[in-house]
């Protein structure tokens, strides 16, 4: 933010932070903000006090992307947490619905009630209003997106051991323990997914530890549980998501030895950063993995676009050149089956869909891409150019021509 911003915004040295040592606003030797924002809590109060966020706004946003997401061969999508308008999330959500109402719907939509901090007693009773609202046969609410962390970059992830270049400091999480575990046994006992972002290894296991304790306690049932980015698990966490059945949702366009990863991160993790982002560990362990894109938020590299994301988990290395830098370990690269299914049905089955999308068979909706070329066949470094001829969704065709 720039001097002007936080004077819209009545940010001051007095000004206190939303959530201290975790969305907050960076300041000088004197206690001044210096313009450097972190966080959810922090960045959307700047941003609605400066222009606030308007559904037409988001609207127009929204549908200039439309033909750009079909021409990438996408027919679903898991909203992962909309911003609000004032207080609410259903405004932005409906969208989807008004869109689909005019026949411009081109995909599916799974979306998430977001909990980015306390207050939480009331997150079921929300995410069921909205869910009142917002229901059409394209677009469901049926998730709880928990902020568990925020990133390693801005030590806002909270991690097991302390920072390598911090290390009188682990991060830190919007909520204690008890509030974990409240939010979780709750959302899980109302029978809704959870879908938990944790960027560093402390909320990872924060997150199984509530897991484990919400299925210990409530009935049993067909959970659907997820948990999201997952830069650095530690060797001791990363049996438990196939024993607790919780799916681990990767931004595999995070995959790759850019400069972020291999410089930032090194600082941040010191050795422990040559265990990143371990998808195949999960697997042998018998683990599910989907895959997710983080955009528009992302990282280094921000993409939509399935095909980028297999290609990088393919890899382990940054679209371009072939002889770019492999990120470590080697051996987590996965097979291009596998990236495939991360991408088709690992997560048609984290959204509750894989009975309806996610491969071809008799009885499935005709959901489906036409590429150019065999991906199979060929180099795995032009997985990524290869060309998207046809989208359908519904059997009908939202990119090229049939």
């Not at 081109?106 to 980015?116: A, T």
Request: some cysteine.
């Amino acid at each position: 933010m720039n001097t002007k911003a936080l004077e819209v915004a009545k940010v001051t040295k007095d000004t206190p932070d939303p959530i201290p040592r975790f969305s907050y606003y960076v300041r000088d030797e004197k206690g001044y903000p210096t313009g450097y924002v972190l966080e959810v809590n922090a960045v959307l109060s700047l941003v609605n006090e400066v222009e606030p966020i308007s559904p037409a706004a988001m609207g127009k946003l929204m549908e200039e992307w439309l033909p750009k997401a079909s021409s990438a061969g996408i027919t679903a999508i898991f909203d992962a947490g909309v911003p609000p308008i004032g207080n609410d999330q259903g405004a932005i959500l409906s969208l989807y619905t008004e869109l689909e109402t005019r026949g411009q719907l081109p995909f599916r939509v799974v979306g998430s009630y977001l909990v980015k901090s306390p207050p939480i007693d009331d997150v079921v009773q929300q995410l069921q209003n909205i869910r009142k609202r917002v229901s059409s046969e394209l677009v469901q609410v049926a998730v709880v997106k928990i902020i568990g962390d925020g990133t390693q970059e801005g030590y806002t992830a909270w991690l097991v051991e302390p920072y390598s270049d911090k290390p009188d400091f682990s991060g830190a999480s919007p909520f204690s323990e008890e509030q974990w575990t409240k939010l979780v046994g709750m959302t899980d006992a109302a029978g809704f997914d959870l879908h938990i972002h944790a960027c560093g290894d402390g909320t990872a296991r924060a997150g199984l530890d509530a897991l484990e304790k919400a299925i210990a306690a409530n009935p049993p049932r067909d959970r659907r549980h997820t948990i999201a980015h997952l830069v650095y698990v530690t060797d001791q966490d990363l049996p438990r998501f196939a024993k607790l059945g919780v799916n681990s949702q990767f931004s595999a366009n995070w995959f790759s030895a850019d400069p972020d990863t291999t410089e930032i991160l090194k600082d941040r993790y010191g050795e422990r950063q040559k265990k990143l982002y371990r998808a195949q560990s999960i697997l042998k362990s018998g683990g599910r993995i989907s895959f997710g894109t983080d955009w528009p938020a992302a990282g280094y590299f921000s993409t939509y676009k399935p095909l980028d994301s297999i290609q990088i988990a393919v890899t382990r290395q940054l679209i371009g050149k072939a002889t770019n830098p492999v990120l470590g370990p080697e051996e987590e690269r996965l097979t291009l089956t596998q990236a495939v299914h991360a991408n088709t049905m690992g997560a048609a089955h984290q959204i509750r869909m894989e009975d309806k999308i996610g491969s071809l068979e008799v009885g499935k909706m005709a959901d489906l891409v036409v590429l150019e070329r065999n991906i199979f066949e060929g180099s795995v470094h032009d997985i990524a150019s290869t060309r998207i001829d046809l989208t359908l969704m519904n059997g009908k065709p939202t990119h090229g021509t049939v």
